[in-house]
T-cell receptor
Framework: DAKTTQPTSMDCAEGRAANLPCNHS???????VYWYRQIHSQGPQYIIH???NNETNEMASLIITEDRKSSTLILPHATLRDTAVYYC??????????????FGKGTKLSVKP | DAGVIQSPRHEVTEMGQEVTLRCKPI?????LFWYRQTMMRGLELLIY????????DSGMPEDRFSAKMPNASFSTLKIQPSEPRDSAVYFC?????????????FGPGTRLTVL
């Protein structure tokens, strides 16, 4: 089972920041927080990951709370092409089955004009 | 790079027929994953390979499912005999490393319909 809890759906206005929350209260010390997204009819796409520090790349920012029990994915200027299902996943960063990606139901983000 | 390549993109078959799905991972990647996605069960890992060797096949639903990776650039997922409940989108993904952090790159998927 997925170790994360996400809202089922969210809306965001085009050009505004999209903030997607994720709860992972049972996260272990060696588990990372990963975000993937799946645009309709495509395979999932990696967005970003982090352990405890905030992370930023060209796609998004990841804010992890100090106790690591929750995180927020931020798309700074959402576009219509960001409409997708966003998955928050916790996993260890080494091999073996514990490192498998376990996808929950994710959050369906709808960016509206 | 062309990314992960899957074929066919769509497959329609009749119950009882054999189905073979194909995957070409990204060159240089040495881990390969097969997933299945349905509305009811979401995205599930079926099996994964490291360096062409199956590591974990606990997600394979039944003996009707089998997967092979004869070399680093090719893998197949076979269903024999197929059943209507096997209808799903099957994704193949590959990654660079077997152990440490590895971003999985997904293919476009094969949409399988078993009538």
């Amino acid at each position: 089972d997925a170790k994360t809890t996400q809202p089922t759906s969210m809306d965001c206005a085009e050009g505004r920041a999209a903030n997607l929350p994720c709860n992972h209260s049972t996260i272990s010390g060696n588990e990372y927080v990963y975000w993937y997204r799946q645009i309709h009819s495509q395979g999932p796409q990696y967005i970003i990951h982090g352990l405890k520090n905030n992370e930023t790349n060209e796609m998004a920012s990841l804010i992890i709370t100090e106790d690591r029990k929750s995180s927020t994915l931020i798309l700074p200027h959402a576009t219509l092409r960001d409409t997708a299902v966003y998955y928050c996943i916790v996993r260890v960063q080494y091999g073996g089955s514990q490192g498998n990606l376990i996808f929950g139901k994710g959050t369906k983000l709808s960016v509206k004009p | 790079d062309a990314g992960v390549i899957q074929s066919p993109r769509h497959e329609v078959t009749e119950m009882g027929q054999e189905v073979t799905l194909r995957c070409k991972p990204i060159s240089g990647h040495n881990s390969l994953f097969w997933y299945r996605q349905t509305m009811m069960r979401g995205l599930e890992l079926l099996i994964y390979f490291n360096n062409n060797v199956p590591i974990d096949d606990s997600g394979m639903p039944e003996d009707r499912f089998s997967a092979k990776m004869p070399n680093a650039s090719f893998s197949t997922l076979k269903i024999q005999p197929s059943e209507p409940r096997d209808s799903a989108v099957y994704f193949c993904a590959s990654s660079r490393l077997a152990g440490d952090y590895n971003e999985q790159f997904f293919g476009p998927g094969t949409r399988l319909t078993v009538l």
